[in-house]
């Protein structure tokens, strides 16, 4: 089966750093992608792993273990603009998570 | 920066009767798609197209859907008799190459009375 796995809500305050997980099981593999999406808006893309290890974007990290079927979104100096859901997704045909709803509160 | 672009951004239709979402993919993208996303709920595949053809489409995407690429531009979903549960926002998202990065457009508000 196809299967993703991320919290729904998470909470953190500005200027902290925030680690959003996410497990998958997938039929096929071709990589995790990060994006983000603004409450009645089109995702965005973040982030894309297809080696293990981190990937550094900014104040955006993402990591990858193929072995362990995991990856982490590390969200760093956060803004009160990054409240919003984050969406993990795997495959070509991008299998999404129901996504992680980050608030960040002053 | 190139975008996808999708129009209309909100339509409203009768149960029963045929829609056609229509997209713009960025123009030297090869590979196109269609998600939904009933409100509150993931993103859901529905169908992925490359070279003319449905390379790959869910089990959301039954018979009364239909992609089409009319010209060298539009990218349509066209869903032939609408139900209320087809009431969702429709995203069409296009990538240069298979597995690369999806880039989405603003998505099509399809509300089913």
């Known amino acids: 089966g196809q299967n993703i796995d991320q919290p729904t809500e998470m909470t953190a305050t500005e200027g902290a750093i925030v680690q959003i997980n996410c497990t998958y099981q997938t039929s096929g593999f071709n990589g995790l992608f990060w994006y983000q999406q603004h409450a009645g808006e089109a995702p965005t893309f973040l982030s894309y792993n297809v080696l293990d290890g981190l990937e550094e974007k900014g104040r955006f990290s993402s990591f990858l273990s193929r072995s362990k079927g995991y990856s982490y979104l590390l969200l760093k100096e956060l803004q009160m603009k990054d409240s919003a859901s984050y969406l993990c997704?795997?495959?070509?045909?991008?299998?999404f998570g129901t996504g992680t709803r980050l608030q960040v509160f002053p | 920066e190139p975008e996808v672009t999708q129009t209309p951004s909100h339509q409203v239709t009768q149960m029963g009767q045929e829609v056609i979402l229509r997209c713009v993919p960025i123009s030297n993208h090869l590979y196109f798609y269609w998600y939904r996303q009933i409100l509150g709920q993931k993103v859901e595949f529905l169908v992925s197209?490359?070279?003319?053809?449905?390379?790959?489409k869910s089990e959301i995407f039954d018979d009364q859907f239909s992609v089409e690429r009319p010209d060298g531009s539009n990218f349509t979903l066209k869903i032939r008799s609408t139900k209320l549960e087809d009431s969702a926002m429709y995203f069409c998202?296009?990538?240069?190459?298979?597995?690369?990065?999806?880039?989405f457009g603003a998505g099509t508000r399809l509300s089913v009375l």
């Open positions: 998202a296009s990538s240069e190459a298979l597995a690369d990065i999806q880039y």
């Open positions: 997704a795997a495959d070509d045909k991008l299998i």
């Open positions: 197209f490359y070279n003319n053809e449905i390379s790959e």
